[in-house]
C-alpha cells in the first residue's frame, strides 16, 4: 500500500535506516565490484571476493536467525567458511564493507532527503538513526546529522534487525514511545518487521507497492509534504 499521509503531529522520533534507504546501495554495489574485480586482476588473487560473499551471506543469515552476540558468531562462521583468520577477515572487511564505499556514498545519496532532514528539525522532531553497520562517517560523508545513532553492532545492542532491542534503547534514549515513533527503512523483513515488534509505525522505501507495507518511492512522494510545507511557503 502506498502511504498517502501520516499523522506527523502525534510524531515526536523519526528513525532512519541506512543502506538502502539514505542512499541508493544497488548503485554503490555496482561501483564497488568494479573496484573488486579490478583488485583481483591485480593481486591474480579470489580471496578478498570469497570473503566478502561469504561473509555478507552469513551475515543474512544470522540476522535471520536472530542470535545475540552476532559479530562472534559471524566471525567464527566466516572463519571456518573461508579458511582466512580473523585478522585477514578482519582486515578485508574494514577495507572493503566500512572504507572504500565511503569514496561513493555521498553521489549514491538519494535526492530530497536534504530537504527532508531540514523540515523534521523545523517541525522539531527528533532524528535517529539505526543502521547495520557503524554509521557516523557514512552520515558525515552524506552530509546529514541525526541527534542519536545507533549501530547493530554497539554495546548494548549486538543483535541485529527484526529484533527490536536496537529501536527500543533509540526511543528510550529520545524519551519517546513507540506511538510518538516512525521507522523509516528498505527491508520489510528487516526494518518493517523490527518497527511492527516495537510497537512503531515503519514506512519502506520501496520502489514499487509491498502487500502489507506502507510504502513510498521518493523522498518528495505526498506523505512527506507536511514535513515540506514550511519550506514552500518560505
Not at 561501483?31 to 583481483?40: N, V
Request: hydrophobic share 45%.
Amino acid at each position: 500500500m502506498i502511504a498517502r499521509d501520516v499523522d506527523w503531529g502525534s510524531i515526536h522520533f523519526v528513525i532512519f535506516d541506512v543502506d538502502g534507504t539514505l542512499y541508493n546501495q544497488r548503485r554503490l554495489r555496482l561501483r564497488m565490484a568494479a573496484e573488486l574485480i579490478a583488485d583481483a586482476v591485480a593481486r591474480a588473487s579470489l580471496t578478498n571476493l570469497r570473503v566478502l560473499r561469504a561473509y555478507r551471506a552469513l551475515r543474512e543469515t544470522i540476522g535471520e536467525e536472530e542470535i545475540d552476540d552476532f559479530q562472534a558468531s559471524l566471525m567464527a562462521r566466516t572463519v571456518a567458511k573461508t579458511g582466512q583468520p580473523a585478522e585477514r577477515i578482519t582486515a578485508i572487511v574494514s577495507e572493503w564493507i566500512e572504507r572504500r564505499p565511503l569514496a561513493y556514498i555521498a553521489s549514491c545519496r538519494y535526492d530530497g532527503l536534504v530537504e527532508l532532514f531540514a523540515g523534521l528539525r523545523r517541525q522539531n522532531k527528533a532524528i535517529g538513526i539505526y543502521s547495520d553497520y557503524p554509521a557516523d562517517e557514512k552520515l558525515r560523508r552524506l552530509r546529514l546529522s541525526a541527534d542519536y545513532i545507533l549501530a547493530a553492532s554497539d554495546p548494548g545492542v549486538g543483535i541485529q534487525k527484526p529484533d527490536p532491542r536496537g529501536l527500543q534503547i533509540l526511543m528510550q534514549r529520545a524519551g519517546v514511545g513507540p506511538a510518538q515513533s516512525v521507522l523509516i527503512g528498505d527491508r520489510p523483513e528487516r526494518d518493517g518487521l523490527a518497527a511492527r515488534r516495537a510497537g512503531v509505525l515503519p514506512l519502506i522505501r520501496s520502489d514499487g507497492p509491498r502487500a502489507g507495507w506502507l510504502t513510498f518511492s521518493t523522498y518528495s512522494d505526498p506523505v512527506f509534504a507536511a514535513l515540506r510545507a514550511e519550506e514552500a511557503f518560505g
